[in-house]
Every structure is written in C-alpha cells, then in structure tokens.
C-alpha cells in the first residue's frame, strides 16, 4: 500500500511539473517562431533564469483568479465537467511505463501507477470518457453557443477515436500483447548485426503518422482546435471562469503529454535507449557496459522523458506553424482518410504477418 502511495505521488507530481514547463516550452517557441523572446519576467530573489520560474507564476495567478459562476447554469454538470475532463486526461498518464519493474529483495515493483495486462485498452477507454467533460461542460452552461461549441468538439473526439483505435490494431499485430511493459520489451530487438531497433515508427510507419494525427486532433489544438478557437469559434467553455477553466486549460496540456508519451511508448521503443539490456549495454560493435539495476532503471527514466520532450517539442511545433482546418475538412480528414487508411494498414499488416508465421 505504501509503494502504490509513493508511485501515485511521484508519477502525477512529475506530470503535473512536466505539464507546467510545456506551457513555457509553448511559449519559448512560439516566440522563437515570432522572433521574440518570450515568458520571462517572473524571477525569484531577483534571478530570473530566462523564464523558469514563470510557469509556477501562471499556476499561481490561474488560482487567484475570480472563479464566478453564472445563476443561469446547471451547477451539477457544470461543476463536474472541468473536473471530469482533467481526471480523464491525468489518470490514463498512470499507465504509461516510464522504466521497466525493479526487483529488490526478490519482490517485483511496477514503477508504473497502474500496471495492467489490458493497458492499452485501458488507455483507450480512460481518454473516450473525456468526451464527457467536452459536452457537459457545454450543456451544463445553459448557453446556446456553449452548447453548439460542445457538440462539435464531441462530433470530433468521437470521429478521430476511430482513427485513433485502429491504427493502433497494426501495431498490436506486430506486438501481440495489450501490456505496454510488454510492448516496450519487444521493441527492444536488433536486426542488420544488431545496429537498428525494431522500434513501432519502423514496423509501422503508417500507423505512426496516423496515430499521431488523430492524436492531436483528440487534443483538440491547432490546426484541429475548432472546439475552442476563441478568437473565431465559441468554444464550450465560454461560461467557465477562474480555476475551473483553468482545469480546462491543464487537461489539454495533460493531453499534449500523454500523446507524446503513449507515442514514445508505441513507436519510440519506449523508455530503453538503444543497445540496452537488462544488465546494461551491449553495442554492435562488440562492447559492452554491465550497471546495477537501479542505474539502468535511471537510465531508461531519463531515455524516456527525452524521447517525450523531443515529441512534445514536434507537437508544438505543428500547432504553430499550421493553420486551422475548416469544420468539413476536418471531417473529411478522419472519416475520408485516417479511417481507410488504418484499414488498409490494417489489411496489409495481416497479410505480412501471415507470410511470416
């Protein structure tokens, strides 16, 4: 009981911070984009440190805030729904192997918060239920605008769902287990006199671009960010003010983060760096580097959250640099080509696994 009360602390602590500095990620490179410098101003005992401190200075301005609810609104779904949509984001962060199972005094720790043989699927129905704060947040505004802002952004979570499950059959063809432990072992294979990883993105190329793309249209962020375009669109957060947008705000970043990492962990060989084993490094060359199991676990932590942040930085860089899709292409997108397309990987994975076996 004590080890799942540390993992669940350290896990969704170390989310909640890397969430925090994507926001200055954010900022920094969009400035960059824009020739500017970016967030910078907030300091501490007089040292600023090119913006470090600002993200804790926006979390603390988020909560002090004025929080006001309007008379007009249904106070149950209202108030749910910022909340239902950061559980549901934040909780699937839990299943995510960020370092293989440590054994010590001959017991087995998971360092993941929920180790599950049905990962996947857990991951899968965990993020389907954030449609539930999408559309209650809508409904339960009482506002038509809200309303009409929340059925679209459902319209869209619903249809890149599709795409999002079905691209991920191919890679389950390759890796035929639900376990994401398991799935990041079986990544860890050599071929060409043990120099390139059968990582997912090599297997199936396909399925990576296509995961990745109706992954960020599941995030709802440029270009896939009509639900809450502010500036053209209204979204469906328009009657939420103070710390329960707020809620809002983080649960998208949470979002940015558990796509990076579930694509990491599908198509990056998850948190093993390249040539290493269980007890340490073996390179095609013929050397070899032998380490402690605590250090190897370091190792993978830190292999893993490099891959993340190299994802989160590409995420971010799409979503300055394209523009937004209209309401029908976006559509036309999932239902027209990512769906097809994830059939006909589909088809072709099976056929080559066929011949294989």
């Given at each position: 009981?004590?080890?799942?009360?540390?993992?669940?602390?350290?896990?969704?602590?170390?989310?909640?911070?890397?969430?925090?500095?994507?926001?200055?990620?954010?900022?920094?490179?969009?400035?960059?984009?824009?020739?500017?410098?970016?967030?910078?101003?907030?300091?501490?005992?007089?040292?600023?440190?090119?913006?470090?401190?600002?993200?804790?200075?926006?979390?603390?301005?988020?909560?002090?805030?004025?929080?006001?609810?309007?008379?007009?609104?249904?106070?149950?779904?209202?108030?749910?729904?910022?909340?239902?949509?950061?559980?549901?984001?934040?909780?699937?962060?839990?299943?995510?192997?960020?370092?293989?199972?440590?054994?010590?005094?001959?017991?087995?720790?998971?360092?993941?918060?929920?180790?599950?043989?049905?990962?996947?699927?857990?991951?899968?129905?965990?993020?389907?239920?954030?449609?539930?704060?999408?559309?209650?947040?809508?409904?339960?505004?009482?506002?038509?605008?809200?309303?009409?802002?929340?059925?679209?952004?459902?319209?869209?979570?619903?249809?890149?769902?599709?795409?999002?499950?079905?691209?991920?059959?191919?890679?389950?063809?390759?890796?035929p287990s639900l376990n994401l432990n398991e799935i990041v072992h079986m990544q860890n294979r050599y071929v060409l006199g043990g120099w390139v990883p059968?990582?997912?993105?090599?297997?199936?190329?396909?399925?990576?671009?296509?995961?990745?793309?109706?992954?960020?249209?599941?995030?709802?962020?440029?270009?896939?960010?009509?639900?809450?375009?502010?500036?053209?669109?209204?979204?469906?957060?328009?009657?939420?003010?103070?710390?329960?947008?707020?809620?809002?705000?983080?649960?998208?970043?949470?979002?940015?983060?558990?796509?990076?990492?579930?694509?990491?962990?599908?198509?990056?060989?998850?948190?093993?760096?390249?040539?290493?084993?269980?007890?340490?490094?073996?390179?095609?060359?013929?050397?070899?580097?032998?380490?402690?199991?605590?250090?190897?676990?370091?190792?993978?932590?830190?292999?893993?959250?490099?891959?993340?942040?190299?994802?989160?930085?590409?995420?971010?860089?799409?979503?300055?640099?394209?523009?937004?899709?209209?309401?029908?292409?976006?559509?036309?997108?999932?239902?027209?080509?990512?769906?097809?397309?994830?059939?006909?990987?589909?088809?072709?994975?099976?056929?080559?696994?066929a011949v294989i076996k």
């Amino acid at each position: 009981m004590v080890w799942v009360v540390i993992k669940v602390v350290v896990i969704f602590t170390w989310a909640l911070v890397t969430v925090l500095y994507i926001t200055l990620l954010e900022r920094k490179e969009s400035a960059l984009i824009q020739d500017r410098i970016g967030a910078n101003r907030a300091e501490v005992l007089g040292l600023r440190l090119n913006g470090l401190f600002q993200p804790f200075a926006d979390a603390l301005k988020m909560f002090f805030k004025e929080d006001y609810t309007p008379p007009f609104v249904d106070r149950p779904f209202y108030l749910a729904a910022p909340l239902l949509a950061l559980i549901f984001a934040l909780v699937p962060v839990g299943a995510i192997p960020v370092a293989d199972s440590l054994n010590l005094g001959g017991k087995e720790f998971s360092l993941s918060v929920i180790g599950s043989n049905v990962g996947v699927v857990l991951v899968l129905s965990l993020l389907s239920l954030g449609i539930y704060g999408v559309i209650l947040g809508g409904y339960g505004s009482k506002n038509k605008y809200g309303l009409v802002g929340g059925m679209r952004a459902t319209a869209q979570v619903i249809s890149y769902e599709v795409a999002l499950g079905l691209s991920l059959v191919g890679v389950l063809l390759v890796f035929p287990s639900l376990n994401l432990n398991e799935i990041v072992h079986m990544q860890n294979r050599y071929v060409l006199g043990g120099w390139v990883p059968l990582w997912g993105i090599i297997l199936q190329p396909l399925a990576a671009a296509l995961f990745l793309i109706a992954g960020m249209a599941e995030n709802k962020r440029v270009p896939f960010d009509l639900p809450e375009g502010e500036s053209e669109i209204i979204g469906y957060f328009l009657e939420y003010s103070g710390m329960k947008f707020g809620m809002f705000f983080v649960a998208d970043f949470v979002e940015v983060l558990l796509l990076a990492g579930l694509f990491t962990t599908f198509f990056l060989g998850g948190y093993n760096p390249p040539y290493l084993f269980q007890d340490g490094f073996h390179f095609p060359w013929g050397g070899t580097w032998l380490l402690s199991p605590v250090w190897i676990r370091l190792i993978q932590f830190i292999t893993f959250n490099i891959k993340l942040w190299i994802m989160v930085w590409f995420l971010l860089l799409i979503r300055w640099t394209y523009p937004r899709y209209r309401f029908d292409q976006l559509m036309d997108l999932g239902w027209k080509s990512l769906i097809p397309l994830s059939i006909f990987n589909i088809i072709i994975t099976s056929g080559v696994m066929a011949v294989i076996k």
